[in-house]
């Protein structure tokens, strides 16, 4: 029982020292960006409690939501999309160094050049809602991505309709 224990706490250590460098010390020995913000360790905009860093993508995932959905062949935005963007602003507002990309996306139908003009035009869409809230344009960069990742694999309704979508992500 004991050597599995000692087994146990040696894996643990080893894996605790092949950790990633990103937001350990560099070779001055001093702490790291997001370190320095949160005074905490983190993997992937998480601290070591779980909760989010604040102002990282999680962050935005878990406060407000990343991503407003569109109809069919359209780039206007709904009412729920105006409430998550509005969300969004006031978020993005609370830390004005953060910059994002807005990524647009479309469902499998149509041909890979127009889908990628909607989901610029859908990008754009979401830009200027965030911009006539408030927010500085040098902050916000979009990409269409078309049909090219779906959220969803799918042929069918459902899926077309998560994959019609513009997703906020922080840089």
Request: proline share 4%; charged share 20%.
């Amino acid at each position: 029982m004991t050597m599995r224990l000692f087994f146990m706490m040696f894996a643990v250590l080893l894996v605790s020292a092949c950790s990633s460098t990103d937001n350990a010390a560099d070779s001055n020995g001093l702490m790291g960006d997001k370190e320095l913000m949160t005074g905490t360790d983190s993997l992937d905009g998480v601290t070591a409690t779980g909760m989010p860093i604040p102002g990282s993508n999680e962050d935005l995932v878990v406060s407000v939501g990343d991503r407003v959905f569109f109809g069919y062949d359209q780039y206007n935005l709904t009412d729920e999309a105006r409430n998550v963007l509005g969300m969004q602003a006031e978020w993005l507002k609370q830390y004005p160094n953060v910059s994002v990309t807005i990524e647009g996306h479309a469902d499998e139908r149509g041909t890979r050049e127009y889908n990628l003009a909607l989901g610029d035009r859908r990008a754009t869409s979401v830009k200027n809602y965030l911009i006539a809230n408030g927010i500085d344009p040098m902050r916000i960069h979009v990409i269409s991505y078309g049909k090219e990742r779906p959220a969803v694999e799918g042929s069918n309704p459902s899926a077309w309709a998560q994959n019609r979508r513009g997703v906020t992500v922080v840089e």
